[in-house]
């Protein structure tokens, strides 16, 4: 069975830079579609960015041209770079594993800053706090 465990979040400043990172085990990376997720207090989880299972990539629009989402095959992981971090950028972090079937949906999900489809496999998330 799959299993993810999130990493690389912490206290910043405005306008730092953390990248996170969400290492899968009990399955390739390639395979599945993979989203990163946020959850700020008090407000709903919202979809930040993803990576189809044939590298597509998509992104909600309050961090497009700031976010960059990859994944290394090889250490069978993937990867969230965030730039030009914002305090309304604070919150839980969390990456969630899907089937391949799930990549238009995630994709779809994830670029209109929506809830997360049911069905995914998650880690137990990442504190990213960005404050002055």
């Known amino acids: 069975q799959e299993q993810l465990v999130e990493s690389g979040g912490g206290l910043v400043q405005p306008g730092s830079s953390l990248r996170l990172s969400c290492a899968v085990s009990?399955?390739?990376?390639?395979?599945?579609?993979i989203g990163w997720f946020r959850q700020a207090p008090g407000k709903e989880r919202e979809g930040v960015s993803c990576?189809?299972?044939?590298?597509?990539?998509a992104y909600a629009e309050p961090v497009r041209g700031r976010y960059l989402i990859s994944r290394d095959s090889a250490k069978n992981t993937v990867y969230l770079q965030m730039n030009n971090l914002k305090p309304e950028d604070t919150g839980v972090y969390y990456c969630?594993?899907?089937?391949?079937?799930?990549?238009?949906?995630?994709?779809?999900?994830?670029?209109?800053?929506?809830?997360?489809?049911?069905?995914?496999?998650w880690g137990q998330g990442t504190q990213v706090t960005v404050s002055s």
């Open positions: 969630v594993l899907y089937a391949a079937v799930f990549n238009t949906l995630l994709k779809a999900m994830t670029q209109q800053g929506r809830s997360p489809p049911n069905g995914g496999t």
């Open positions: 009990g399955g390739i990376v390639d395979d599945y579609a």
């Open positions: 990576i189809a299972s044939d590298g597509v990539t």
